[in-house]
C-alpha cells in the first residue's frame, strides 16, 4: 500500500506489533511508513504532512552526502572501515599479496596503489564470503531455511537480495558495517526464503528471528551512506 502526500510517495507497511507509527527515509532515499493495523488514511496523511519539513531535510541530506563522498587516497595512515571500525593503512615495499589486513591494520603494497580500489573490492568480497556465510548458517538454523549458498558482489543500492534457487547475495560493503548491522542484512535475507514479500507476515517473521531489527533498521537507513567512499 503507499501514501501520496504532495510530491512524496510513502510505502506503508502494517505491523501487529507496532503501537507507534515510524516514518524511515531509505539508503536509496524511498520513503516507508510503519504502522499499526488499523491507521485511517486521514491520520497517516496528518502524520506524513507534520514530519515532512524532516523528511526534505533527509532526502536533501542524503543527496549531498552522495555528491560529497569523498574518494580515498590509499595514502598511509588513512582510515578504512571494516566491521564498523576504522583501520589505518600502512604501505609496503614488499609483501606476497598486493593487500593483507592483520594487527588491526590495512598493509598495501606501494606498487598495487593505482589499483588498490579494486584489491579493497576483492579483500572485502573475499572476507565477506567467510564472515557473511558463518551468520548466514548460524541464523538459517534458527529460522528453518536451507540457502543454497551465497555471493558477495556490487548490488547498486542493495544491500542484499535472495535470487533464484534459494540463493542469496550481498553487498560487498556490508563488510563496513558495524556486525550487529550487517547481520540484520543477513536474517533479512533470510526471512526472505520464507516471504518473498515485505507482507506482514515478513516482518513478524523477522521480528521473531532479532526481536530488536527495528532498531538495526533504522541505523541502516539513518547511517548506511556513511559506509560509501571506497
Not at 606498487?111 to 548466514?136: N, T
Not at 540463493?167 to 563488510?175: A, P, S, V
Request: net charge positive; aromatic share 10%; charged share 30%.
Amino acid at each position: 500500500m503507499t501514501l501520496e502526500v504532495d510530491d512524496l510517495t510513502i510505502t506503508v507497511r502494517e505491523s501487529a506489533r507496532r503501537k507507534t507509527l515510524r516514518l524511515t527515509v531509505e539508503r536509496d532515499q524511498s520513503l516507508v511508513l510503519s504502522t499499526p493495523p488499523g491507521v485511517g488514511m486521514p491520520t497517516l496523511e496528518a502524520f506524513v504532512r507534520r514530519k515532512q519539513a524532516w523528511v526534505y531535510q533527509k532526502l536533501a541530506e542524503k543527496a549531498l552526502m552522495q555528491k560529497q563522498i569523498r574518494q580515498k587516497r590509499y595514502v598511509q595512515g588513512e582510515g578504512f572501515l571494516y566491521l564498523g571500525r576504522h583501520h589505518r593503512l600502512n604501505l609496503v615495499d614488499e609483501q606476497e599479496a598486493p593487500l593483507q589486513w592483520h594487527h588491526g591494520r590495512f598493509h598495501l603494497r606501494r606498487d598495487a596503489r593505482p589499483d588498490a580500489r579494486h584489491h579493497f573490492i576483492r579483500w572485502y568480497s573475499e572476507r565477506g564470503k567467510q564472515w557473511l556465510w558463518q551468520r548466514v548458517r548460524m541464523f538459517a538454523a534458527r529460522l528453518e531455511v536451507e540457502p543454497a549458498g551465497i555471493k558477495v558482489q556490487d548490488l547498486g543500492y542493495r544491500w542484499g537480495s535472495c535470487g533464484k534457487g534459494d540463493m542469496l547475495y550481498f553487498h560487498w560493503k556490508t563488510m563496513l558495517l558495524p556486525a550487529r548491522i550487517a547481520e540484520y542484512v543477513v536474517v533479512h535475507e533470510l526471512v526472505h526464503l520464507h516471504e518473498p514479500n515485505h507482507s506482514e507476515a515478513f516482518w513478524l517473521r523477522l521480528e521473531r528471528a532479532m526481536p530488536d531489527y527495528e532498531n538495526r533498521k533504522q541505523w541502516l537507513a539513518e547511517h548506511g551512506m556513511d559506509v560509501e567512499g571506497i
